[in-house]
């Protein structure tokens, strides 16, 4: 048994020599110091020798093992020395070189005029309603009946709306108006909401105007709400939004949801009012429609219209965005050219 182990451990010493990266280590040390060497396996069956031998083989057993081990991990510390030097030569770097450029994203220009738009309101009391209670797939009900839009009213023509071709009183909400009667049906006065969202329009694409687009509806139903409630939040939003010194005017309208109806211009930023080809000649711009909500449209959504009044709003993103950055292509918050976005 002695000789057997002092032939392990010549054998051993000598395919030590022999070794030449921690791979071969790893073999080597499965070989001579794992759980089933040789060398352990004789420290296992020491019970079956002679008691008086059991001492002495035992001993040189665990001797030769230490050594052997001993070995094998000044090895393993050459290895790692020298392996981690090649691994560091390899993967010098040159501090030199110049960096890689991270482009960083930003908030798209309309989405940074609803974020704008929604804080103003915010600050005047409305809270935000978002797609989910009203949304852009329609129905004529919500889009156009709630909102006393009569049967033969243009805007329900084909030609201005997106009909769904299996369900023909589904639609692209061609405005956001809808949202009044969701806000309406869903709680009770008083109300004060905003809701920003997308509409679809069948038109011609131009530089004007876009088959999608985006408008922020807003309402505000109580007792007691008038004109005037409708004059100053508009005035104070067209203030905080555009600026004091921005020129604006309300301007009389026609809207089948409101009576009476308006409509807000600001002065062209283009030509600052002169007359130019933005503007048709005229030196304004509209931004928005308004008017106190129609009683047909309270009654509607069974308010009574003897009790409660209130104001609606719709103002287009698009349109306001152009007006205050003087863009003067509809399109370009379309195209996703990025010299363009790279410009807010
Ligand atoms: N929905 C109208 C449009 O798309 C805008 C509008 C006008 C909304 C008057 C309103 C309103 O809430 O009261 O042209």
């Known amino acids: ?79 790692y020395k020298v392996e981690l030097d090649k691994k560091l030569a390899k993967e010098k770097i040159d501090i030199t070189l110049p960096g890689t450029y991270l482009p960083y994203g930003k908030v798209h220009p309309l989405t940074s005029t609803i974020n704008e738009v929604t804080e103003i309101f915010q600050h005047l009391g409305f809270s935000v309603i978002s797609n989910e209670n009203s949304p852009e797939v329609e129905t004529e009900y919500f889009n156009f009946d709630m909102l006393n839009v009569p049967k033969e009213h243009p805007a329900r023509d084909v030609q201005d709306t997106f009909y769904c071709k299996n369900a023909s009183n589904v639609v692209l909400r061609s405005q956001t108006s809808g949202a009044q009667i969701h806000a309406m049906k869903d709680k009770k006065p008083p109300i004060r909401i905003i809701s920003p969202g997308r509409v679809y329009r069948n038109e011609n694409i131009s530089a004007r105007k876009n088959n999608l687009f985006h408008q922020i509806e807003g309402l505000y139903v109580d007792k007691n709400v008038t004109f005037a409630h409708l004059k100053g939040v508009l005035n104070e939003f067209t203030r905080l939004y555009f600026g004091a010194s921005r020129p604006m005017r309300f301007r009389s309208s026609f809207f089948p949801f409101t009576e009476p109806s308006v409509e807000i211009d600001v002065q062209c930023i283009m030509c600052g009012g002169k007359g130019c080809a933005t503007c048709s000649g005229t030196g304004w711009l509209e931004i928005l429609g308004a008017g106190m909500v129609d009683p047909n449209v309270l009654e509607g959504v069974g308010i009574d219209s003897n009790v409660y009044s209130g104001f609606a709003f719709g103002m287009g993103v698009e349109r306001l965005t152009m007006l205050k950055y003087a863009i003067d292509d509809i399109r370009l918050f379309f195209n996703n050219d990025i010299r363009f976005l790279k410009q807010f």
């Open 1 to 79: 048994m002695e000789n057997k182990i002092l032939e392990i451990e010549k054998e051993a010493v000598e395919a030590l020599q022999t070794l030449k990266d921690s791979k071969d280590l790893e073999e080597f040390k499965n070989k001579y110091l794992s759980r089933n060497c040789e060398l352990t396996n004789i420290k296992k069956c020491l019970k079956d020798l002679p008691v008086e031998e059991r001492p002495k083989i035992g001993a040189l057993a665990n001797k030769v093992f230490q050594e052997l081990e001993a070995k094998a991990n000044e090895k393993g510390e050459e290895f």
